[in-house]
């Protein structure tokens, strides 16, 4: 299975871009990267996921290296309410999602 | 779309209780559940895999006749606390697959379980 490795936490400034980085430099052909974020006491909620092109969506953006090995989440424009853990997943086989320690993201006025 | 419904949101039992945790995909087929338990300041941990119709698959170290798993229905799924005690304390997470769309996978709110 592919591994994810992610900072533990970083800071960002409300109305700014927000770059979160990711690597999965283990990961296979077929599998997909996702990202995930988790507000504190509540459930998981889906942000983004792609496989080899860069995918925008009304949350973020996510950009993926060429030869896959790492990725970055775009949060365009920062607001207080992105302060979340976020987490980036590469799918396994049998449909699980294995969740690792993620990216704490405080977002500050 | 594809919300998962989670009931109920917090509940607090008696040791040597059971608690019976339910999970329901509102607007979507879900063949595939999955549940979750998370530690304060700790990541989500699966625990189990549910496929309707079939017995759940469970992960390594995680007791099958202490968390009872049913997903009798293309639509719900239960996870059952058998003889609760505090250390099964925490918060419970249900997801499902969803194969249409782009969500994934779709999360339903959690459920904070206190055993006292």
């Known amino acids: 299975d592919a591994k994810t490795t992610q900072p533990t936490s970083m800071d960002c400034a409300e109305g700014r871009a927000a770059n979160l980085p990711c690597n999965h430099s283990?990961?296979?052909?077929?599998?997909?990267v996702y990202w995930y974020r988790q507000i504190h006491s509540q459930g998981p909620q889906y942000i983004i996921h792609g496989l080899k092109n860069n995918e925008t969506n009304e949350m973020a953006s996510l950009i993926i290296t060429e030869d896959r090995k790492s990725s970055t989440l775009i949060l365009p424009h920062a607001t207080l309410r992105d302060t979340a853990v976020y987490y980036c997943i590469v799918r396994v086989n049998d449909y699980k999602l294995s969740f690792g320690a993620g990216t704490t993201v405080t977002v500050r006025a | 779309g594809a919300v998962v419904s989670q009931h109920p949101s917090w509940v607090i039992c008696k040791s040597g209780t059971s608690v019976k945790i339910e999970c329901r995909s509102l607007?979507?087929?879900?063949?595939?559940m999955f549940w979750y338990r998370q530690f304060p300041k700790q990541s989500l941990m699966l625990m189990a895999t549910s496929n309707e119709g079939s017995k759940a698959t469970y992960e390594q170290g995680v007791e099958k006749d202490k968390f009872l798993i049913n997903h009798a229905s293309l639509t719900l799924s239960t996870l059952t606390v058998t003889s609760a005690h505090p250390e099964d304390s925490s918060f419970y997470i249900c997801?499902?697959?969803?194969?249409?769309?782009?969500?994934?996978?779709?999360f339903g709110s959690g459920t904070r379980l206190t055993v006292v």
């Open positions: 283990t990961i296979s052909g077929n599998e997909y």
């Open positions: 997801s499902a697959r969803v194969d249409r769309g782009s969500y994934g996978y779709t």
């Open positions: 607007d979507f087929q879900a063949t595939t």
